[in-house]
């Protein structure tokens, strides 16, 4: 989405965007460096003069004390706070200030992790427990998935098949159970490599 064009089309009320990590403030400052890498469409946005990286209203709070003037700007208001899944980082103060405000949005984007805040939000609890404190849950939650980073089982299947020699064995960590089971089993058909799920007992000599 390009930010300028949204806000010449008015899609979008001329509103403040807080960017509330300094992860992700210092992620934006690498990309913007190497633009060698920019693929074509990058490369053309950079060069018609339109910075994709900033824009109309959008502030950086990278210091603490920016991060909590956000609690007395002006609504509407729009805040992007890590981490994704809700179990640490700065989202944990605005959820204790916004998820029990009717007016606001929680916006969840990409996978929630069972046991985590994101995933008790985002399958409907009435209220969560948020650094000690319990939370009514009366902001409306919604979802979008189409941001995850994550490579999916063909592209994690292509990635270690693609090179001169195949590894000896794998052991899945990240995931699901049910999901993590699938994709042993694909790999070992496909790749034919030892593969086996993570667990708490479990010992890896290397």
């Given at each position: 989405m390009n930010p300028q064009l949204v806000e010449q089309e008015h899609r979008l009320p001329a509103i403040q965007i807080f960017l509330d990590s300094p992860l992700a403030i210092g992620a934006t400052r690498v990309y913007r460096k190497y633009t060698q890498y920019y693929d074509e469409a990058a490369v053309k946005l950079m060069k018609s003069g339109d910075d994709m990286f900033d824009f109309p209203g959008l502030v950086l709070s990278e210091s603490r004390d920016s991060s909590k003037r956000i609690n007395s700007a002006r609504s509407p208001k729009i805040i992007i706070a890590g981490a994704g899944m809700m179990n640490g980082g700065r989202i944990l103060y605005h959820a204790l200030r916004y998820l029990s405000d009717p007016q606001s949005t929680l916006l969840i984007i990409g996978y929630q992790a069972h046991g985590t805040l994101g995933r008790q939000i985002q399958e409907g609890a009435l209220s969560v427990m948020v650094m000690g404190e319990k939370v009514a849950v009366r902001c409306e939650v919604k979802t979008i998935g189409a941001f995850s980073a994550h490579g999916d089982q063909n592209k994690l299947l292509?990635?270690?098949?693609?090179?001169?020699?195949?590894?000896?064995?794998?052991?899945?960590?990240?995931?699901?159970?049910?999901?993590?089971?699938?994709?042993?089993?694909?790999?070992?058909?496909?790749?034919?490599?030892?593969?086996?799920?993570?667990?708490?007992?479990?010992?890896?000599?290397?």
């Open positions: 292509d990635w270690m098949g693609s090179g001169k020699n195949l590894p000896k064995k794998v052991c899945l960590n990240h995931g699901e159970n049910g999901s993590r089971e699938i994709f042993m089993k694909k790999i070992q058909e496909k790749l034919g490599i030892d593969t086996l799920i993570a667990e708490k007992s479990l010992i890896i000599e290397i």
